[in-house]
């Protein structure tokens, strides 16, 4: 996959998940290691037309912060550990738009980020076999909950790293 639609957070947020990181690093469990963030869509390409289209709901809708609040863990062949947000009406209705705006304009988007599917999160490490991820647990309980206020939602190419900002929340 290539583009993610992404939400960034203000300043204070961004510190509070990079203190996490640095206590996974002193656990000997290498830290996500990007910006934090929430990713509400993947597609292997939002064409052009489909991130105006974005701009303009994006625009429309309330963005409302998070709480992330639930340590937890993906299975999979690339076990990832997380910091959960708490789900309410809000941040489905600014899912749910998204997508609305995304069916049919993205090349190749991946199920797991579709309404009834997704899990919103901000990774917090990824690819852990089972003994780092009870380290890694270990090091971040009893996790504390972290107020999460969006201040961009972004294109974000995941091969190279590039934001595209669709919109500044203030």
């Known amino acids: ?5 992404v939400f960034h957070f ?3 947020t961004e510190s509070r998940i990079r203190e996490l990181w640095e206590r996974l690093d002193a656990a000997g469990i290498p830290g996500a290691g990007h910006r934090p963030r929430v990713t509400l869509a993947v597609a292997g390409s939002i064409p052009p037309p489909a991130r105006k289209a974005l701009r303009g709901e994006l625009e429309l809708l309330s963005i409302p912060d998070l709480w992330l609040h639930t340590l937890g863990a993906l299975p999979g062949d690339e ?13 489905l209705a600014v899912h749910s738009a998204v997508h609305d705006v995304l069916a049919g304009e993205v090349k190749n988007p991946s199920a797991y980020y579709f309404p009834g599917a997704w899990v919103p999160c901000c990774v917090l490490t990824k690819g852990l076999d089972t003994d780092q991820l009870a380290r890694a647990f270990t090091a971040l309980l009893p996790p504390e909950p972290v107020r999460a206020a969006v201040r961009e939602v972004s294109v974000l190419d995941t091969r190279t790293g590039d934001t595209d900002v669709l919109l500044q929340v203030t």
């Open 79 to 91: 076990r990832v550990l997380l910091l959960g947000a708490v789900v309410d009406t809000e941040l």
């Open 10 to 12: 203000d300043d204070e």
């Open 1 to 5: 996959m290539a583009d993610a639609l």
